[in-house]
Structure formats: structure tokens, C-alpha cells
């Protein structure tokens, strides 16, 4: 059961008559002491606890001891770096701090401009980023605990900017794991209970422990143990007679074990004031101190039981806060205002500690108030400073170090505190049991305000002294105000005289102020003069310095001017000869072309002949082959009636093959639709007429009929195109040649045109040159030293007017001369690929219709072997005849070809249906066949030396056109060569040595204008400007410093 001490229901009156700082210490002690005295009687085996009087072992009340009070001893100061967070690895924010634990030295880097400065701080322990919580608690607090068991009073607190790590080192994070060991994160705070109480166990002596937990928020006290409904009541900071700092209505919790404590820190740190802001996620907005009072019953070898007190103050600072990096508004920017202002107040305490000033302003903050027996006291104390390794927070980091390493000079002069024995305790609590037993028996025996007759009395005395003190006061005051008239009238009689002497002093310096502009008007008329005098001086010299450049500038234009007119002459002589090249080119090409022209006209003459021969011959084939189908009509019709039977199933057949037939050519052109109906017509017509037992040989005489129809048709068109392509090509060279004269004869007009017009130009360039010159000598003479600055350069700007004309016409005409002869060398060469590209075209048409009639030849033949044995001699005629057709059908585009290997299947398909019915008649057929088989064999004899006739032509044709193609390559060849030889080799270019004169910028009038002096109001315009700009540069700086 925790006891919580605080001061029973006194009456507020008799506090607030109170004057006496000794009636007030006795008041709160007497009430502690009650109720310690209450809590010691429920909790068996503990000590008696010691009244607040005799708990003052603390350094106030104590006797010192005479050698630690002279000798003192250093504040004890710890550096802790805090290693980089997750956001600062991810940033990778560079690190400005580093730890050295081994010499016990931090060093801070810093950059200013472009140097390096290093700056270091030793300490009495540092511990870099990678140390542990246990490391800092063994090296650092345990020996501090074994201190405050031994009954001194100790004081640890945390100091740093916000986020560095101050509570968690206080505090730390986790608790004890199922082992009963720490959690690694555990701070100070829970590591010094369990070592408090550890140690306590293990010397099995008696003790008393109590705990006291406040915060300081916003400069107001609360305490974090008091029940809810006084947790929100601050709590006043008082001080005794003695300077010693006490805090009434504190509540205190005495405790047994270390889980009792844990639990009263739980319950305090959730009433702490935290917030979140940018710098820290859960940032102290309040500094806390947690108090441990321990008291240990000792026996001495005499027997005599005495009572030794220790303390232990564990404070966690708040960090200092940088407004506008940690995001604070309103509220939490008040927090942090008041925060900052107690850490300024402590770095305040600690300088003047430091400097051992006289005045150490302890009460600025109650936060120094409550450490001030920490510093400088009688307390052993140890700071705990922590910084971090950002760049971002290098100026806090310096801050904080600045202030450790000056608190390290603080001496603090430490005392053991009294051992009491325990009868002197039971002694002073009887005392102050019965003293309290009176004071409320006259509270409880009388009405109004009560209190003892001794302290009435001494109340009273007090009254009295306080009227004497207020009535000599008074006679002070009357003798001050009397001392005050005469001082002010004095001071009047003092102020008339100095403005006496201050109206003479004006008048003085008016005197000397009117002598001082005479002697300056008088300055500054001779340095005018002088100024005149150097600017006519250097006008001179100026315009000396610049008659000389302009003579040299005459000589050289003169020299120039003559190499340019060489330039002319040699550019004149070489025109001269190209003109002359290019005239007996142009009759050269006339001659060649017209030879060219001849052998194409020969040669398109001659196919113009083979084609009319090759046309006659088709004539005449055409009409034999119309006799012959007359002939085999004829013969069809007197074997009719033996095979009416057949008709329809040959009809249904023939129906087939004609929906077939019309859709294959449906895809094909125009000539080749209009060709495939017909045949389908002919095919029509010839089953009409063949009766039903005559199947194979109406169908294969159809196949005859169709076959020599497209042989002639593609004979026809084949011949056609060769003549169309034959005169397409001799179009093609007769406007080659056309568009060749026309080019030659227009570069030649060009050039006699561009020769006209340079000997145009240059004659008008020499008379404009020699009136110009005329007219510029007789100016020279007149206005020589007007014109002497500007008349080189105007004849310089003609001739390189004139030449910059004729160079660019010149370059002009001979880019459309180059552009004209390779417009020709591009025609004749598209012309001769054209030619070639026709004689290749005319080559792969002969090939094309060859390889179509063998084609067709081996199709033909095919079909005619399987006929009957009875029919051999009208299979085999039938397959020349099947030849002779495939050979003209090939011609056809490949639509045509695909579309006639379509059809050709289809035959063969219905020849095997049409087989099978005739089957049955081929011995009846055998005698009527044989007639038609002679006329058959007649006809394809026929064909075959038609088909020879005409593949005689075509060769002498081919061959015509290859000895044309190789005169004209030859021809062409000579042209080229003779064109490059006349324009590329022969042809001149202008690469003569002279050069070209370079334009000179010379001065005109406003230039010589400018060189003559100016006025003389002018330049001392200008000179008194130029002194009232420098006096009053002088005034702003005289101003300025």
C-alpha cells in the first residue's frame, strides 16, 4: 500500500496571516510528519520514517565535511551521440560529428567557405553511436547508485536538442524479458530501481524508500502521482530561511519493490505533456524529475542503531526547439518557447558557474530553482548531453556541446548526510506529535481564527515592527522629495547658461563656414584651368597620332587597288578560254548525237519490218485454222447421230466446266474475261452438236478449239506488246535525244550570255572606276582634310561592291552550268537504263511465251496418252496439237497462267467422268475417228511450221535489238567521256594568286568631329559634375563610418 503525503485540511487563514517563512516550514512539516507516521503504522517491518526535518540530511541541513567542502568536486559530464535514423540513412544526410571513446574526445566539422574547421570537445565519458544502454548505466550511473546508498545526494539529468535521445536514455523502451533480465533498450531510470533494491537485498538491512514524480510544463509545477482530481492544481515552489527549495502539497509514494516503482513510472509518463512534430515523433513537451529517497537502518559496533538518508534526482530535460524546423504552431510553439526559455536560463546558470560570477540568476526559471543545489550545491551531479550526428542540427549539436563542456568547470561541494540515531528520531517525532496535538486542540475549541498564544504573541510583535519600519520609511521619503526641488532647480539655472553659450557658438561657426567657401571657390577655379589645359594638350596629340594612321591607310588602298585590276584581267583571260572549250564541245556532241540518232532510227525500222512480217504470218495462221475447224465441224455433224444418246450427260458436263471456266477468269482483266467467254461459247457450241457415245472426242476437239483460240489470241497480244514496247523504247530515245539538244544548246546561250554580261559588267565597273577616281581627285584637292578620312573606304566599297557582283553571277551561272551538265549525264544515263531495262523486258516476254508453249505442250500431251489403244494415232496428233497451243498460252500474265492450270484440272476431271461413259462406245467411235484423226494430223503438221516461222523472227528480232543496245552503250560511253573530258578536266576555274583586297573601316566626319576638343563650358560642365559626384561620395562615406 503506497502512501501519498500530503498536508491535512490546515486552516488557510492562519497561512495566509502567516509571515514568518519558519511558521509556514513547521506547519507543512508537522502535516508530512503526520501522515508519514500513518503509513509507517500500516506497513510492518519498515523503518519509521524520518520526519521532514531530519530528512533534510540533504546538503542544506547537514554539517559539512571541512575537507570536500574546500577541495569540491567537478560536475560530471557524459556525452552521448545518437547514430542516424531511418530518414537520415535514406537522405544520406552527412554526418558533421564523430566520437573518439578512446580518447574521450568529440569532434565537430564544419565547413566555412571553402576551408574545413575542426572543433574539439573532451568529456569526461564519451559513447559513440553504436554504444549500449548497458554500456552507458555500468560505466556511468552504477557507480552513482552505490554513492547514493552510501548517503549522498545524487543528481542525473539528460540535456540535448529535441530527438536526440534524452528520455530514451532516461527511460528507454521494453521492460524485463521472460529470463528476468532487461530488454536491451531499458534506460537509466528502471536500471538504478532494480540496483537500488538488488543491493538493499543483498546487505538485508532495513529500509525506507519513498518516490516523488513532477513535471514542469509551461513554467508550472504538477505533480504526476497526485490523484485525478488535484493532478490539474499546480504546485507552489517555496523556499525556507535557509535557501533550501521545498514544494508544498508534493505527494510522495513509499514503495517496497522495484515493480511498485515500475508501475508508478507507467502511471506518471502517461500524464506527461508529448506531442508529435517534424523533428521528433513523440517529443517531451515538459521536463519531469523523479525523486528516490531511500533510508537505511545501520547498528555501529556500540550497539546503537542510527538512520543513513541517500537521494537520488533523475531529471529528463525537454529538448531545445528550433520553431521553424520542428513545425510548432499556436500551442506547441508557446510549449517550445517556455522550454527553450528554461534551457536558456540554465545555460545562463551554467555560464556564470562557470565564470564564477557573482550573481547567478537561479531564479529566472523554476527549473534552475529546482536544480540549484545540483549546481553548484551540495549535491553530486551528472549531465548526460546528447547530440546528433546531422548536418541538419549542427548548430544545436555546437550549442549543446559548448554548454557541457563549460558545466565540466561547476564545482559542487558534496556532504554525506547525518546518521541520525533512532532515538533522537523517535525524540523529535514525539516533539512534533504533541506541538501538533495542541495546535488542533485549539482549533477544535473555539470559533473563528484560532491559534496558539504563543503564536499570537508572535504575530503581534511582528505587526508592530512592521508600523515602526513603515513610519521611518515615510520621514525618508519626505527628506527625498525635499532633496528632489533643489536638484530641479538647480538643473534649470544650468540649462539658461548653456543656451547663452550654444547662441555664440552658432554665430562662430557661421564666421568660419563663410571664410571656408571663398578659400574652396578659389580651389576650385584653379583646378578648372587646369583641367582645360590637359584636354587641349591631349586633343593635340590625339589628332597628330590619328593624321599619321590615315596616310599609311592611303598608301594601302592604293597598293590593293592595283592587284585587284590584275585579278580582273587574269579572271577575263580564263572566260575568254572557257568560252572557246565549250563551243567545240557543243559541235562535237551535235555530231555524235546525230550518229546516235541515226542508228535508232535504223533500228526502229527494222522491228517496224519483222513485226509487219510477223503480223502477215499470224493473218494467215488465223485463217487456216479457221478452215480447219470448218473441216472438223463438218465432220463432227455426220457422226452426230451416233452418239445422240450422250447429249445430255455431255451437256451437264459442259454446264459444269462453263460455271467453272467463268468464275476462274472473272479475276483476270478485261481482255482476258472477254477471251475466256469466248471460249466458253465455242466449248458450248461444239457440245451441241457431239452426241453421247462421242465423249472423249468432242471433249478433247472442244479442248482444240479452245486451245488454238487462245494460241491466236495470245499470239496476238504477244505480238502487240512487242511492238508497243518496241515503240515505247524509241519514243523514249528519240526525246532523249530532243531533251539533250535542247540542254546543249541552252547551256550554250548561257555561257555566251554570262560572257556578254561579264564584259558588260566589267566595262561599266572600269568607267564608273575612272569617273569615280576623277571626281575624287578633284575633291582630294579642294576639302583634303575633310575627305582624307573617308575616301579610301568609298573606293574600296565600290570595287568590292563591283567584285562581290560579278563573283556572284559568275558563281550563280556556273552552279546552273554543272547543274545543267549533270541534269544531262542523269538523262542519258535513265535513258540507256530504260533502253536496257526494254531489251530486258523484250528478252523475258520471248522467254515468257517459250516457256508457256512447252508448258502447254507437256499438258497436252498428257491428256492425249491416256486415251484409248484404238485412238493412238488421234492421241499422239492431239498431243502436237496440245503443244503447240501450250506454247502460245504461257504469254498470259500469271493470272492467266494460274486461272488455265484451274481449268485444266477441271478437264482432267471431267475427262475421268466422261471416260467411264465412254467406255462402252469406243469400238463404234473407231471408224468415224479415223477421218478426223488425217485432218487432225494435217493441221498440227501445220501449226508446227507456223510455230517455227515465227520463233525464226522472233530470233533475228532479238538479235537486232542486242547489237542495238551494245552501239548505243558504246555511243553513250563516248559522249561521257568526251563531257567530262570538255567540262570537268578542260574546263578552267578561277584559282589565281591575287587576292582579294580586305574591307578597312575607316572614320568618318562624325569620327574626326569627335577628335577635336570640346568647348570649354562643356568640359567645365563636365568637370564641376564630376567634382559634385565625388564630394558626395565622400560625404556618404564620412556618413557611413
Known sequence: MHNKTCATPVNQNLLKNAHDDSFKDRVVNRASFMDSTRSHIQRRGSLVPLSPTQMLWSSENGTCNRDDKDKGVNVQVVLRCRPFSDDDVRAKTASVVTCNEGKQEVIVTQNMGNKQSDKTFCFDKVFGPASKQKDLYDQVVYPIVKEALEGYNWTIFAYGQTGTGKTYTMEGEGGKTKNGEFHEDVGVIPRAVEQLFDTIKAQNAEYSMKVTYIELYNEEITDLLAPDDKSKKPISLMEDGKGAVFMRGLEEELVSSADEIYQILERGSSRKHT?????????????????????????????????????????????????????????????????????????????????????????????????????????????????????????????????????????????????????VVVKELYTEINSLKQELHATREKNGIYIPHDLYLSEEAAKKEMTEKLELKSKELLNLQELLFHQQKLTTQLSQRLENTERELDGSKKDVSKLKDK????????????????????????????????????????????????????????EEGNKILVQSFQSLLAQQLEVLHKIIVSSVTHQTQQLNAIEEHMKSFANEQDKATEDLQRRVKEIKDVFAGGVESLAELATEFGVHSETAFGNINSEVVEHSSALTELIREASAKVGDVLNDLHNNLNDQEQSIASFWQQQHESQLRAYETTQSASSVTVNFFKTLSKDIFAVIEMVEEAQTIYDKKLNEFKKKFEDYADDEDRQLLEKMAELLANTNAKKKQLVQTEVDDVRSYIDSKTYILHKKIGKMQSLTSSTEDEFTSFLGKTKKHYNEDENKTQNGKSGLTSMLQNWTTKARMGDQQWRQVQESLSRLQKMHIESVDSTIKDTLETNQRVYTRFSSMASSTLEELDIAHSGSLTSIEYQLKFNHEENEGINTLTRISRDAMKDMETAHSNKITEITKDAEKCLINDYMVDDSLFSTPHFCKLSNKANIEELKTPSFEVLLDSFRKAQSGNQENGDLNAVSS
Do not use: W
Not at 521 to 547: D, H, P, V
Not at 550 to 556: G, Q, R, V
Open 275 to 423: 506531442a508529435e512534430t517534424l523533428i521528433n515523433t513523440q517529443s517531451n513537451r515538459s521536463h519531469s524529475l523523479f525523486t528516490i529517497t531511500i533510508q537505511i537502518k545501520e547498528n555501529t559496533s556500540d550497539g546503537v542503531e542510527i538512520i543513513k538518508c541517500g537521494k537520488l534526482n533523475l531529471v529528463d530535460l525537454a529538448g531545445s526547439e528550433n520553431i521553424l524546423r520542428s513545425g510548432a504552431r499556436e500551442g506547441r510553439a508557446r510549449e517550445a518557447g517556455e522550454i527553450n526559455k528554461s534551457l536558456l536560463t540554465l545555460g545562463r546558470v551554467i555560464n556564470a558557474l562557470a565564470d564564477h560570477s557573482g550573481h547567478v540568476p537561479y531564479r529566472d526559471s523554476k527549473l534552475t530553482r529546482l536544480l540549484r543545489d545540483s549546481l553548484g550545491g551540495k549535491t553530486k551531479t551528472c549531465i548526460i548531453a546528447t547530440v546528433s550526428l546531422s548536418i541538419h542540427s549542427l548548430e544545436e549539436t555546437q550549442n549543446t556541446l559548448d554548454y557541457a563542456y563549460r558545466a565540466k568547470s561547476i564545482k559542487n561541494r558534496p556532504e554525506v548526510n547525518h546518521k541520525v540515531t533512532k532515538s
Open 519 to 574: 578659400i574652396k571657390q578659389a580651389n576650385e577655379m584653379s583646378k578648372e584651368k587646369e583641367y582645360l589645359i590637359r584636354n587641349l594638350l591631349g586633343s593635340e596629340k590625339t589628332l597628330t597620332e590619328r593624321a599619321a594612321e590615315l596616310h599609311s591607310e592611303l598608301e594601302n588602298a592604293t597598293s590593293e587597288a592595283s592587284g585587284l585590276f590584275a585579278k580582273i584581267e587574269h579572271k577575263n583571260h580564263i
